[in-house]
């Protein structure tokens, strides 16, 4: 399952500000307690407030209500449903795949709505914040600059890669280098700028930085412009009809035709085209390797 990034997290904003803006929240249900992860405010004292905003910070989900915010991080497999009828039945802990209900009242159209946080799946990591102020939230304090941001330009990305060790694949994942990239649209990136995933940042030459950053802004505001306007339960599918790599081991390229492969790790894998991005080398995968030596 390919967690939410920066397109979908977006559209998701975009479309929750349009749904919730003026609305006031009624009623809060945690039904993960593991989920919260603050005690101070409590989630409670939300009630009763109006929805100002709805923004996106890298990953991260923030309701404005009147001062206090509601943040949350929907980790790899979490989602948000959102429905002109709520149930009022009550949540059975811990017997179900939502993490949290949020009950509004929209007064413009006297319409009782809800917002469900679902988490498939026994590894639960979806996180819930109550604060202040989103700087509060420690994955945001420590995120990187914003990739389409205003300041984000081709020097500032070639100054990050300049001072980086790392494998070009693992930079653009790091959220505190970049905010709001994950592994699909790493793949997605590397595949448009034909560059291997493994290659080193530092030693990518300005020709290469710049076909990447370019690469990078057409990716994410093709898939930004693509999420657009969508219904939370559109955007998944929508970001998986676009990938031309990612998820798609063993499919033809669209670009060169060449069989699209897969190096596998630990908790999550890559995917890439050798004649696109590797001279025709295929990349050792980790489960296999021992085989190829």
């Not at 993490?99 to 026994?122: N, P, Q, V, Y």
């Amino acid at each position: 399952m390919s967690m939410p990034e920066l397109p979908e997290v977006h559209g998701l904003c975009m479309y929750l500000d349009t749904q919730l803006h003026g609305a006031t929240l009624t009623e809060v249900r945690i039904n993960s307690f593991s989920a919260l992860k603050t005690a101070d405010p409590p989630y409670s004292a939300l009630e009763g407030r109006t929805v100002h905003g709805v923004q996106r910070i890298g990953k991260f989900i923030c309701l404005d209500l009147d001062g206090l915010f509601f943040v949350f991080h929907l980790a790899k497999a979490g989602w948000v449903r959102y429905t002109e009828h709520p149930s009022s039945a009550g949540l059975r802990m811990g017997k179900s795949n939502i993490s949290a209900r949020l009950l509004f009242h929209r007064a413009a159209d006297d319409a009782h709505i809800g917002m469900d946080l679902t988490e498939a799946g026994t590894k639960k990591s979806l996180a819930i914040y109550v604060v202040r102020d989103p700087q509060d939230v420690p994955g945001i304090a420590t995120l990187g600059p914003e990739p389409l941001g205003p300041d984000f330009d081709e020097a500032a990305f070639a100054a990050i890669l300049k001072s980086s060790p790392q494998q070009i694949k693992g930079l653009l994942r790091s959220q505190s280098v970049i905010a709001g990239i994950g592994n699909a649209y790493s793949d997605e990136i590397l595949h448009a700028a034909k560059i291997s995933p493994f290659a080193i940042a530092k030693s990518l030459d300005h020709e290469t930085v710049a076909r990447l950053y370019a690469s990078m802004q057409e990716v994410l505001v093709g898939a930004v412009n693509a999420a657009a306007g969508k219904p939370s339960s559109e955007l998944k599918d929508t970001k998986r009809s676009n990938f031309r790599v990612h998820a798609r081991t063993g499919l033809p390229c669209p670009v060169c035709g060449e069989t699209v492969r897969e190096v596998s790790f630990a908790d999550t894998s890559l995917q890439y085209c050798p004649h696109c991005q590797t001279n025709g080398k295929i990349l050792a995968d980790r489960r296999t390797s021992r085989f190829l030596k």
